[in-house]
């Protein structure tokens, strides 16, 4: 996903107040949400009978007008589907024609359509309301059927498939009025989009070729179809039993979870991500897990059984993406087959991984879960598992991942080590053509999802009911457990690189005085004050390849991931990374990471190469820019290492038989992990409006060598992109994996 941040202001509805407490929701009660983002502003409307964001787009004064233009979009999760429409003024020049979702007695804004139709199996749903036209104006285009389809437009390199378009019907309505609609290419589902003048004008709309034309004012629309809806998880089924304050402590935010939840998965985003992405749910389900519900029909199951459900039954891969509704038959289509099935893509190596982690922890706190997930069969939505259930699709998840871990078992050499696909440049979250810097071997992969994952394929074989009863598979607890600690103390090794600190300072001194966007101080000061016998050890991003392993020296936030999910018992290392990372959120941007603005994710300074260093600017999507949900992972992991320390009065007891790590009693790595812990804390508390959306950027004022210069925060879309990359990618207003600040805060022990 490409997205840019998103500055909002939150106006929530009472309306969604109301709902909370009442867990039956019997009453088909409207749960609204309208955040502003202009040159958007987004509607969220859900009832018992449909879900829809509405995205109004009007040109500001100063909007680029190649970019931004009148439009109106419908987005539904149910078949990832939508309408979008764009309007041109009739007679004034571009820019000139605003429009916007005013309240009216149909809806405030938006209100609900339903409508049963004898000749369709499902209900027609949607929503209507009343659009205002500051001016004349004509609907000129208008893409009815899969979201894909509209972004394939609005996001290029497509254009519109004639195949598609050629299904659009333009008719007269009700009098005044006209209709857009489409039969999708399943011959079954239509969407239907109306307009009507509203109240007292005489106006009225004028068709010329399947182009609308009307005059300023008020028109009633209306958008639906008739397609199965999902089922959305309510805030209270969503939040566990003691979360559940939160309803009405962030209602915003819940909200917000709560339109991303829904009983078969959680959706990455809107709009334009209304669907499945397997990493970014798993995530999120990860860090949110101590305030999400478990049991039957939970936001914990959704995931975990949106995940097992699209398992490739024959080798094993997790769903990164999936392809359903009008853009399912289009893409079968293509390939010459007559079919509504879903399509299911694998393109990621991460992926697999976060699966059996995930379910480890679920099965741990809910064992009595195990038997009715893992009994479910498979097959509603990928037809591909029938007869499977989705036990027998998490086993096979496993065997993928101890047959690929093998080799370095028994071998541990970089060709060992778990590279991107073949056919991929990309193949964890950082997942643009950058974010890498080319490297075919990811950090966070090796180095802390592969051993995750096998503690986890090892916790799960010892739990009765998970895996198959043979003889493999029950090996696996003393055999992946094994294996688990030989990827952990055996890969990060390969990742380190050093620096001393003269090299160090004159790198970050070069950087500076050749930096286009950030003139102020080199903070070269702070690499001899967090650096160990006058040496920067650091681990970076990704290793090049097997034939040029070179470390690609570009400092990170996914040390993160190895702090979440492991607690590492080599010592020496452990005390050598915790010190790194710390050191690394210690030193000021550009030695370090952290700026006013948040750490960013990754910096290239220590490279002293000029390709690397162009490529990870701050307009690159993966380059010296905040994500909100690695923040979160930092700062969680940071607290759970200090957690591993005596004194911490952590609520666990387990650890009370367990060696204490050396680190606690190193009293420089132990400051630094703390002092790291709330440097960390501070910015995000500085930065806290910005938490919900997705990825950030800043500039920096002030001229060259000029002291007193400041950070000031930038939404990635409006700068400039790196060399060789398109730019102007819209942002979606609200990401899943960035609600997770609802279940991590500051521990107040450490402050
Ligand atoms: C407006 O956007 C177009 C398309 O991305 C771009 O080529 C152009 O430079 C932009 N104009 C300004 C003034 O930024
Ligand atoms: C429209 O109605 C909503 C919900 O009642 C309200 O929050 C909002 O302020 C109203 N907008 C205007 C412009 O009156
Ligand atoms: C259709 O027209 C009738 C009367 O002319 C009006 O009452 C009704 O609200 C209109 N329906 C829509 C959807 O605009
Ligand atoms: C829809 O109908 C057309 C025309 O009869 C036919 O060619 C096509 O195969 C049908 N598509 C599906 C998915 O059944
Ligand atoms: C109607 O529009 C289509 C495509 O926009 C165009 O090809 C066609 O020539 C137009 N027909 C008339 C009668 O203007
Ligand atoms: C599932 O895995 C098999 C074996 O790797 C592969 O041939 C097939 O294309 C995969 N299925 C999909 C839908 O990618
Ligand atoms: C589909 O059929 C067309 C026409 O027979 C052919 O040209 C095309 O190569 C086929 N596409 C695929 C993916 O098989
Ligand atoms: C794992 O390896 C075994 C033995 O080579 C093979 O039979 C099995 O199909 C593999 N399974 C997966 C999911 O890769
Ligand atoms: C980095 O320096 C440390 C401490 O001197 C040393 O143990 C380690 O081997 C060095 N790493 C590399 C990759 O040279
Ligand atoms: C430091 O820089 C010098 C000169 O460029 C280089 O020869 C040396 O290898 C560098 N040492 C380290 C540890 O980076
Ligand atoms: C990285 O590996 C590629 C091949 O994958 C190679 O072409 C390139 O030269 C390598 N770069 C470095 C810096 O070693
Ligand atoms: C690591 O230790 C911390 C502190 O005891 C604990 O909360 C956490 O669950 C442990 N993590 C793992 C993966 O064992």
Known sequence: MFQSAAIALLCLSSRVLAQGGNSSSS????????????????????????????????????????????????????????????????????????????????????????RKSASSKNPFVGVEGVLAFNDSAELSLAILGSIRNIRDFTEGPILLSPIVQRGIKVTKFNGTGAQVSRLWLDNVTTTTFTMVPWRNTDNRIRINNSTLNFGSGLYHFSASFDYPQLTQLTPNQILSNKSQALITQDPGQVSSLSFFSYSE??????????????????????????????????????????????????????????????????????????????????????????????????????????????????????????????GDLSYTTAQKIMNLTEAFEKDQTVANLVHLKESEVVGQWRDSTYGLANGRIPFDVNTALVPAALYAISELAAMPGVYPNNPDAKNWASQASKRAKLWEDNTLHFF????????????????????????????????ANYSSDGMVIDYGLSINSTETPDVIPITHTDTGFRHFLLNSTDDKELTTFINASANAILRPFP?????????????????????????????AYHGTVVWSWQLALMAKGFEIQLDRCPGSNSTSSARSNSAVPA?????????????????????????????????????????????????KLSPLGVLPPPPGVGGGTESDIRQLWSLVFLAIERNKKYH
């Open 496 to 527: 380190q690189y050093n620096v001393t600190v003269d090299n160090a300072t004159s790198l970050v001194k070069d950087y500076t005085s050749k930096n286009a966007f950030y003139h102020g101080p080199t903070h070269a000061d702070s690499i």
């Open 265 to 390: 998965k959680l959706l990455a985003d809107g709009w334009r991500f209304l669907t499945y992405f397997g990493r970014d749910s798993m995530i999120a389900a990860l860090l949110l897990q101590p305030v999400l519900s478990s049991g039957s029909g939970s936001a914990m199951e959704a995931v975990i059984g949106a995940a097992l459900e699209r398992v490739n039954r024959t080798d094993g891969s997790v769903c990164h993406e999936e392809t359903i509704g009008d853009y399912a038959t289009f893409l079968n289509l293509q390939h010459n087959i007559t079919s509504t099935a879903a399509g299911f893509a694998y393109p990621m190596i991460d992926t697999d991984y976060y699966l059996p982690v995930l379910m480890s922890r679920y099965f741990h706190a809910s064992p009595d879960r195990i038997q009715p997930l893992l009994a479910t069969k498979a097959g509603s939505i990928d037809v591909q598992n029938k007869n499977l259930s989705w």
């Open 663 to 711: 680190f606690c009693n190193d009293t420089g790595v132990y400051t630094a992990l703390r002092g790291a812990y709330n440097r960390l804390w501070d910015v995000i508390e500085d930065n806290e409006g910005q938490l919900q959306s997705e990825v950030w950027s800043w500039t920096y004022s002030g001229a060259k060598n000029e002291t007193g210069g400041e950070y």
């Open 27 to 114: 009453s088909c009660e409207p749960r609204i949400q309208h955040l502003a983002d202009p040159p958007y502003q987004n509607y969220f409307y859900s009832d018992c009978h449909v879900d829809a964001q509405a995205v109004v787009t009007s040109p500001l004064p100063d909007s680029n007008l190649t970019i931004i233009g009148p439009r109106f979009i419908v987005a539904w999760p149910a078949g990832n589907s939508g309408v979008c429409t764009f309007f041109q003024p009739q007679n004034g020049q571009n820019g000139s024609l605003a429009i916007e979702l005013v309240n009216s007695t149909v809806g405030d804004p938006l209100g609900p359509v339903y």
């Open 591 to 619: 030695a370090g990471l952290t700026t006013a603005v948040g750490a960013v994710v990754a910096n290239p300074v220590f490279s002293g190469n000029n390709v690397l260093i162009a490529n990870f600017t701050n307009s």
